[in-house]
């Protein structure tokens, strides 16, 4: 039978390039909680008389908007980088994998989405019986040639 790696939402990892995107170093955004990476596509309507009545779909752009809880904390650079970039309109490269940027030895690589993204939603809440919570929303950003959203593979240490 085989064994099964299953994994938690506690072993995600998300990260901001502060880096060149040639040569990126990646600062971890430690104070995520809750986090969803959807990629979607836009439907294009292609139906036509030979569909015989049916309508006829395709997936035209695609898209990998994020909506991410993040508890806060005063003075923490990347939450900073984050709400510069919405109130300041500018882009930020963006890593997001399903467990760490480098396995243990034996272990296996992370798998996940790279792509610049602008922070299209900003906000902070204050609920009475929790902690304070800065919540965003990215989507896909205007990017060079060569930078477009890709797979990402993490490393395994050695």
Sequence with gaps: MAAFKYLLGFQGFMAINTGTYAVATWAEVDTVGNMSLVVEGTEADVSMRRSKGWKSTIVSLMNSPMEIES?????????????????????LDILILDGPLVAPVGGT???????????????????????????????????????????FTGTVGT
């Excluded at 904390?73 to 300041?88: L, T």
């Excluded at 809440?125 to 989507?139: H, N, P, V």
């Design 71 to 91: 508890v806060y904390e005063q003075g923490n650079a990347n939450q900073e980088k984050i709400r510069d970039a919405f109130f300041d309109r500018t882009t």
């Design 109 to 151: 690589a992370s798998q996940g989405r790279r792509a610049i993204y602008s922070v299209t939603k900003w906000s902070l809440t204050q609920e009475i019986e929790g902690a304070q919570k800065m919540l965003f929303s990215i989507a896909n950003a205007p990017h060079a040639v060569g930078e477009e959203p890709k797979d």
